[in-house]
């Protein structure tokens, strides 16, 4: 792990259950904040800063998908994961809807969760280091990773971090085929139906936004992935 502690906002009302997760991450080196109910650890989110957060979803006085709502008004690249025991998929589609990384069922094993953690801290930034500007040419647009937009003609789209994600893992593997399996396991940590349909969504949403380049193009390459061809050879 990085020498700064990546600083965890824990929502869960079962207390036991929550001890547990705080003792077993700070031991891998995590900064666990214990919240009990949902108003709670917004108050916590609101006064302090957070890396990542695992929230429950019954959770006193504020669910977990209000809470997550409300969390991403704060601040809308915040990752989380929830954790909890509803298992329905309608639960998890609307989860995954709220922009998670992860929804993890209980009861679950600690070494997965742990593993998952460690798989989205990787991709948090430290705050002491300076974020290179990184502008990249795709076809005719120029793609800013680090500010989310894509760039053709003077006329600027905004993106979300996990489409911005997506089109970067494609471009950097551009006229190749790439596995479904590769980018949802390096992207999400996790190769799972309900990520998998999440990623269906990112993919259209990035082929309507790259139409004005009628020389781009993201292909299903059946039963096994996707390929971004452009006939643009420019840098990464």
């Not at 937009?149 to 893992?169: A, C, D, F, G, Q």
Request: net charge negative.
């Amino acid at each position: 792990m990085n020498k700064e502690r990546v600083k965890i906002l824990l929502a869960e009302d079962d207390l036991n259950l929550g001890v547990l997760l705080v003792d077993y991450l700070e031991t891998e080196g995590f900064d666990v904040k214990l919240c009990k109910d949902g108003e709670l650890a917004l108050k916590a989110f609101q006064s302090n800063h957070f890396s990542l957060c695992l929230l429950d979803v019954m959770l006193p006085k504020m669910d977990g998908f209000t809470l997550a709502k409300e969390i991403r008004m704060k601040d809308k690249n915040i990752p989380f994961i929830f954790i909890t025991a509803k298992s329905l998929k309608e639960d998890k589609l609307k989860g995954y809807d709220l922009g998670a990384d992860d929804y993890i069922t209980k009861p679950f094993d600690e070494e997965e969760l742990l593993w998952k953690i460690k798989a989205i801290a990787r991709r948090i930034p430290s705050e002491k280091k300076e974020i290179r500007e990184e502008i990249i040419s795709i076809g005719r647009f120029a793609f800013d990773f680090n500010n989310q937009s894509l760039m053709i003609e003077n006329k600027i789209k905004r993106i979300t971090e996990k489409e911005s994600e997506v089109l970067k893992y494609l471009n950097d593997n551009r006229n190749k085929v790439v596995k479904r399996e590769d980018l949802l396991k390096d992207l999400w940590g996790e190769n799972d139906y309900f990520l998998g349909r999440s990623l269906d969504v990112f993919i259209t949403k990035i082929r309507k936004y790259l139409k004005e380049d009628p020389d781009l193009k993201i292909e299903n390459v059946f039963g096994v992935g996707f390929i971004l061809n452009t006939d643009s050879t420019s840098g990464k």
